[in-house]
């Protein structure tokens, strides 16, 4: 029994809330690794020899893309910012280390294009460009085209709208697109629903990335469907999936990788929040911890309770011997 | 000769797709181009003739989710 108590509550501070002390240090650790600067204090000032160990765990842990190694976990959409300056503070804050870009048509003397290209090119982010609104499988090839010319990469995050209310892909349209351009020598991330019988046929098709949404894009509802993810978690073990579309909150980026997702692509919850530069380091924090929260196993859901003090040696306990 | 720029009818002169882009004042732009639908690399556009009722798209790095 010292022994157990022993392994729940790390010194000099034994402490009633053990579980949470326990997983503590390593979750701000890492936090503290990639993300925020007050939670590098946190987690030093706790159990400097865990720290030292999980920051070199988490070093190792790379998230890896078509051949691209990345440390960081979070994807940052660019659109939808109050200003320039807020965009390229959040990207930063955000600790992304890939953004998603679009194209539009060329309006006149705006030269709205060259500005923003260039201060995406200051922040060092590599770039995903996205075929966003296209409807059909002609126009989301062509638009990948147009997009491997501008931004030189052969990335392309796949869009094929089937709904517009939803924004939902279609799902026959974004499978056809996938193969044309994965023969044409695209790296494509796929933008899907859940969909388990979609996903093998976008896998058939040559991606080596699927980007399941969470929730309709814009939506801020968080995981629909978490039974889903899971079981598309589960049948493509060794898949890199990319949660993308619809996470409201940084508790819904943690969820998704405490469910074993690789990483997260989010836009609005960040761009549309009250204050976009500090909700682009809280979700880089949440991303983080959700990340790992997974790589420690989370404990199964019971039912019942179960004491976690242990029972023996309880005083007044008059049913002992 | 009667073309679509952008989604938008309007009447140019110029015989190539390079030659629309300098008329439009668009020549030293980073943009990319397709003509009816399909992809012009910037090194096909000298040699790409336009011809009446053609769709021209033009477009730029932009903002994306």
């Not at chain 1, 020598?185 to 980007?211: H, I, N, Q, R, S």
Request: aromatic content about 4%; some cysteine.
């Amino acid at each position: 029994m010292i022994r157990e108590i022993e392994r729940r509550s790390p010194p000099p501070q034994p402490s009633p809330a053990s579980r949470e002390r326990e997983l503590a240090p390593r979750v701000t650790d890492i936090a503290s690794n990639a993300c925020h600067p007050l939670s590098r204090e946190a987690g030093e000032g706790e159990g400097g020899g865990i720290s030292r160990d999980s920051r070199a765990a988490n070093l190792s842990d790379l998230l890896k893309l078509y051949d691209v190694e990345l440390h960081s976990r979070l994807l940052l959409g660019t659109a939808r910012y109050p200003s320039p300056a807020i965009l390229k503070r959040a990207i930063a804050a955000s600790k992304a280390e890939i953004v998603t870009v679009s194209l539009r048509r060329e309006a006149g003397d705006s030269r709205a294009g060259e500005g923003f290209w260039r201060l995406i090119r200051e922040t060092g982010a590599r770039v995903l460009p996205n075929t966003a609104g296209c409807l059909t499988v002609k126009e989301a090839v062509t638009t990948a085209q147009m997009a491997r010319e501008l931004f030189a990469t052969s990335w392309i995050k796949l869009e094929v709208i089937g709904d517009e209310d939803t924004l939902q892909p279609d799902p026959f349209g974004l499978v056809d697109a996938a193969r044309i351009l994965a023969r044409d020598g695209f790296d494509v991330f796929p933008y899907m629903t859940e969909d388990l019988v979609v996903a093998e046929k976008l896998v058939d098709a040559g991606c080596k990335v699927l980007m399941p949404w969470a929730a309709p894009i814009g939506s801020g509802r968080g995981l629909n469907n978490a039974f889903g993810l899971r079981a598309l978690r589960v049948r493509f073990p060794d898949v890199p999936l990319v949660v993308d579309a619809g996470l409201g909150a940084p508790s819904h980026a943690a969820a998704a990788l405490e469910l074993g997702f690789d990483a997260v692509l989010l836009n609005t919850a960040v761009a549309r929040a009250g204050d976009p530069v500090a909700m682009a380091g809280a979700f880089a924090l949440a991303v983080a911890a959700g990340r790992s929260a997974y790589l420690a196993k989370p404990m199964t859901p019971r039912d019942l309770a179960e004491p976690s003090t242990p029972v023996l040696g309880r005083a007044f306990d008059l049913g002992a011997a | 000769m009667r073309i679509e720029v952008n989604g938008k009818a309007r009447e140019v002169r110029s015989p190539t797709l390079a030659l629309l882009l300098e008329e439009l004042g668009l020549g030293d732009r980073h943009v990319a181009t397709a003509l009816n639908q399909e992809f012009v690399r910037a090194k096909d556009r000298d040699e790409k003739r336009l011809h009446e009722g053609d769709a021209v798209e033009i477009v730029s790095p932009r903002q994306g989710g």
